[in-house]
T-cell receptor, first 114, second 115 residues
Framework: GAGVSQSPSNKVTEKGKDVELRCDPISGHTALYWYRQSLGQGLEFLIYFQGNSAPDKSGLPSDRFSAERTGGSVSTLTIQRTQQEDSAVYLC????????????FGSGTRLTVV | SQELEQSPQSLIVQEGKNLTINCTSSKTLYGLYWYKQKYGEGLIFLMMLQKGGEEKSHEKITAKLDEKKQQSSLHITASQPSHAGIYLCGADIGAGGTSYGKLTFGQGTILTVHP
């Protein structure tokens, strides 16, 4: 596609429910990243996928968070048993293997846990 | 403390004024990226700097990376309401500048431009 597509754009969920956030990167971009942006915070790195290499999960805040990338393209970020502190904007970005042009970000998914 | 410190945290200027936003690190920056974000939208890539002393311009926005590669500044000349938004710096501050892609971001600077 022309850009990085994320869905849904907004999600309101009850505390304790599981949610899935989807990211469709730019075609040909082998690197895919998930970041989280909370009110008053900068961007917090969550996870990084590069081709067929093992993902860098060092930013995931707890074992309730997981992510997959199927076929080297679409990625799903799953949050189990959501908590109110999970409320944030979840941003996905993709890039070419060599980061010369910066990431291209999606518009994000705004998650609200009530 | 933040690995990347941006200053100021917020800035309000009158249209037509010049302004500068700074991004400072205690570590060497291997690749410094400036992004702009409007409310409810994703981040838009502005510029990338890699070499010490490098300076790039796009329209009325100029970004510089100092010689020691530990600080960058973003300067907007003759600001317009369209410049309003959140400006974020992101950098590869990994060991040895591997630039494999994981960026650390500053907390952002909120810019308001009054017409």
């Amino acid at each position: 596609g022309a850009g990085v597509s994320q869905s849904p754009s907004n999600k309101v969920t009850e505390k304790g429910k599981d949610v899935e956030l989807r990211c469709d990167p730019i075609s040909g971009h082998t690197a895919l990243y998930w970041y989280r942006q909370s009110l008053g915070q900068g961007l917090e790195f969550l996870i990084y996928f590069q081709g067929n290499s093992a993902p860098d999960k060092s930013g995931l805040p707890s074992d309730r968070f997981s992510a997959e990338r199927t076929g080297g393209s679409v990625s799903t970020l799953t949050i189990q048993r959501t908590q109110q502190e999970d409320s944030a904007v979840y941003l996905c970005a993709s890039s070419l293997p060599v980061l010369r042009g910066g990431y291209t970000f999606g518009s994000g998914t705004r998650l609200t846990v009530v | 403390s933040q690995e990347l410190e941006q200053s100021p945290q917020s800035l309000i200027v009158q249209e037509g004024k010049n302004l500068t936003i700074n991004c400072t690190s205690s570590k060497t920056l291997y690749g410094l990226y400036w992004y702009k974000q409007k409310y409810g939208e994703g981040l838009i890539f502005l510029m990338m700097l890699q070499k010490g002393g490098e300076e790039k311009s796009h329209e009325k926005i100029t970004a510089k990376l100092d010689e020691k590669k530990q600080q960058s500044s973003l300067h907007i000349t003759a600001s317009q309401p369209s410049h309003a938004g959140i400006y974020l710096c992101g950098a590869d501050i990994g060991a040895g500048g591997t630039s494999y892609g994981k960026l650390t971001f500053g907390q952002g600077t909120i810019l308001t431009v009054h017409p």
